[in-house]
């Protein structure tokens, strides 16, 4: 196993232990003020209530709520917004209307990030370090390029004004636990202000055992230890200018099975895992007093490692993505017309090696995508707008181990008719296409993919390469209402009802199949015999339909709030009518929240219903059933200790033994997450 260490992780530690000197409380001036730094999933500097498309902003106030330990927990309660992956952290994805894993893309401040590797985790972020995250649902590939099929997951970091005001020098320290694994989570930032520089050290580190499950058993190999840091600059060159400098850094240690999404068996065997994450980027932003020049540059290097061994036998498997990329972009003014435009590209090294005879190498790949996009916003009448869109990209793969190379493009448009029908009542008819390019270890790999031990033979499911896999393309078509207004039932009292209809058609759908074994039994034998372990390949199917809709209605007085959604999808093959696999099941959730003792203390009540989901391909004979979730919360901020914040929840209070829909493994019981939180 390769211990080097890596360049990066040095450099951050260096940085963090030279951070005292850093520190001057010796200014006197008044810091130079600028515009926040605000990145948005759509590209787009419109307000939230003016946006065309289906998209829900879930603040620090709600994450500290959550208290989450992976960023999908932070978005599973919304309206067809799926965790999956399981119980293990580690793993754990997002599923969007029946679409999840890399056809959902997934931003940092504003950076892709592609590490999508077999079962391996590709969510590394600590939801502390988060100051906010979107969710956009439905394709966005008219913006964003290929991944962005069934939407995104944009996550920004805080920044070293959250943490100051108008002070030089300040930060927080938060220490947290969990009782379910016994897990104790500790986060720490120090941020302070020298001239016209903004600079943040945090760094975070987490340690628990294994989870819980609802029926008292604990789920062997769900233990993890993992830590982090971060450290970023914002400096204010001018009053027309910004630069950000990003550097982040984590690892995640641990004994898991192979497939952390699954139990431990004979083909899902016990390793020990190291994941390395890195990651560096530089975000200038030139915004002038000119309604021509509202532009943005970003450069930024990702690097994902994954090392892992067998336990059984020591045998090693290692995984590397390295990601090169810059986005430029522009938005123009011009009356009341305004437009985005701007080029982005990145490429991505897949490099992988595998000990042991009787497992072929993986591809050694290099993925390059190029796309030029523009969005155009036009006011028309009193109160229409009409939104026109279009993306072009360019992608190719090369395995250069394999001799094998293909390359395609792809046109993504999109176009919106926004009515705001009065002050309260917003509506939008949008069209969009969206494409997901087919990864190397789709188009590429060999090799084995379990193995089946019998006392007569141990033969081998094995991987089928694809190389003539074709792009997954979206065509969605979607309504969205949002209506807003106050003074209903009582006085300054607020309400407001959010809903969309959506139908998707994806056609060449990405479906891994996987033969299963064949066996025949001899009759003088008391076993069967292993005819024939089968194959595993990456096919498209023809045409998917995805359809369905969602409703969100919110209540607000004084200091009472609740809040009522609904989500339901639906998916079938459109050739045979067949139903598809990962459809989330319909999901209704209740919140309600009240403050007490001038604001100070906020408690809420949770409940999260879950509906059978029998609506199943026919090769799995599996009902998920119908469960109930109920989660309690409760904030308290000391109004004579106003740095001082404590946080407390229950999750599943009931203690329920379920699963999601379309996976293997039962989630955690009941879990006490109790958080203290002292800024100064």
Not at 276 to 286: F, G, K, N, P
Not at 397 to 403: C, G, M, Q, R, S
Request: glycine letters at 6%; proline letters at 5%.
């Amino acid at each position: 196993m390769n211990t080097q260490r890596k360049p990066l992780p040095i450099l951050i530690q260096s940085v963090l232990l030279l951070s005292p000197l850093l520190v001057s409380t010796s200014h006197a001036q008044i810091p130079l003020q600028m515009e926040e730094i605000k990145i948005t999933a759509t590209r787009n500097a419109e307000q939230q209530e003016l946006q065309s498309r289906n998209i829900t902003f879930i603040d620090k106030a709600e994450l500290d709520q959550v208290q989450a330990t992976s960023v999908p927990q932070t978005v599973a309660h919304l309206p067809n917004v799926t965790l999956s992956g399981g119980p293990r952290e580690d793993v754990q994805n997002v599923n969007i209307r029946g679409l999840g894993d890399n056809q959902v893309l997934q931003l940092v401040d504003g950076v892709r990030q592609n590490f999508m590797s077999g079962h391996r985790p590709t969510y590394f972020l600590d939801p502390e370090l988060i100051k906010n995250v979107e969710v956009v649902k439905g394709p966005s590939s008219a913006l964003w390029g290929s991944g962005a099929l069934g939407g995104v997951i944009s996550q920004n970091t805080i920044h070293a004004a959250d943490l100051l005001g108008v002070r030089d020098f300040g930060g927080f320290i938060k220490q947290g636990y969990h009782s379910n694994s016994d897990k104790w989570l500790t986060t720490t930032a120090l941020a302070g202000r020298m001239d016209s520089f903004d600079w943040l050290l945090s760094g975070f580190y987490r340690d628990g055992n294994e989870i819980e499950l609802g029926n008292g058993e604990n789920l062997e190999g769900s233990a993890s230890r993992d830590k982090g840091v971060m450290a970023k600059v914002d400096w204010f060159i001018d009053d027309a200018q910004t630069a950000t400098f990003n550097l982040r850094s984590s690892e995640v240690n641990g004994e898991v099975p192979s497939n952390g999404a699954a139990d431990l068996s004979s083909s899902n065997f016990m390793i020990h895992r190291e994941n390395q994450s890195d990651h560096a980027s530089l975000d200038y932003r030139l915004n002038p007093d000119n309604d021509w020049l509202n532009a943005q540059l970003m450069l930024y290097w990702n690097n994902t490692e994954m090392q892992e061994y067998r336990l059984s036998d020591r045998r090693a498997d290692n995984t590397e993505i390295e990601t090169l990329g810059l986005n430029l972009n522009n938005r123009t003014e011009m009356g009341n017309i305004s437009f985005i435009y701007g080029v982005d590209g990145y490429q991505d090294k897949l490099s992988s090696s595998r000990g042991g005879l009787d497992r072929p190498t993986p591809p050694d790949a290099t993925t390059e995508v190029w796309g030029a996009f523009t969005e155009l916003h036009i006011p028309f009448a009193e109160a229409w707008r009409l939104e026109l869109g279009g993306r072009y990209d360019y992608f190719s793969t090369e395995a250069k181990n394999l001799n094998n190379d293909r390359s395609d493009n792809a046109l993504s448009p999109s176009v919106a008719l926004v009515w705001q029908t009065t002050d309260q009542l917003n509506l939008a008819l949008r069209y969009d296409e969206a494409f997901r390019a087919p990864t190397a270890e789709e188009l590429y790999t060999t090799g084995t993919h379990f193995c089946i031990d019998m006392p007569t033979s141990n033969d081998c499911n094995t991987f089928l390469p694809n190389p003539n896999l074709k792009p997954e393309e979206a065509h969605n078509i979607e309504f969205i209402a949002d209506f807003n207004t106050q003074n209903v039932f009582a006085e300054q009292d607020r309400f407001g009802i959010n809903g969309s209809v959506f139908y998707n058609n994806v056609d060449n759908f990405i479906e891994q199949r996987v033969d299963n074994p064949l066996f025949s039994f001899p009759i003088f034998l008391p076993f069967p015999v292993i005819d024939d372990a089968g194959q595993t390949t990456y096919n498209n199917v023809d045409k998917a339909r995805l359809k369905g809709f969602e409703l969100t209605f919110n209540y607000a007085l004084n200091d009472f709030e609740a809040a009522v959604s609904y989500g339901q999808t639906r998916g079938e093959d459109k050739r045979t009518g067949e139903k598809l696999n990962a459809i989330p099941a319909d999901k209704w959730v209740l919140d309600l929240s009240q403050r007490f003792f001038s604001r100070s203390v906020k408690t809420g009540l949770r409940i999260s219903h879950i509906e059978t989901q029998n609506r199943t391909p026919a090769d799995d004979s599996r009902d998920y059933d119908r469960y109930t979730l109920a989660d309690i919360y409760a904030t308290w901020e000391p109004v004579s200790m106003p740095d001082l914040k404590l946080d407390l929840s229950v999750n599943n209070l009931t203690d329920q033994y379920y699963r999601v829909a379309f996976q293997e493994l039962y989630m955690p019981g009941r879990d006490v997450r109790l958080a203290v939180r002292y800024q100064f």
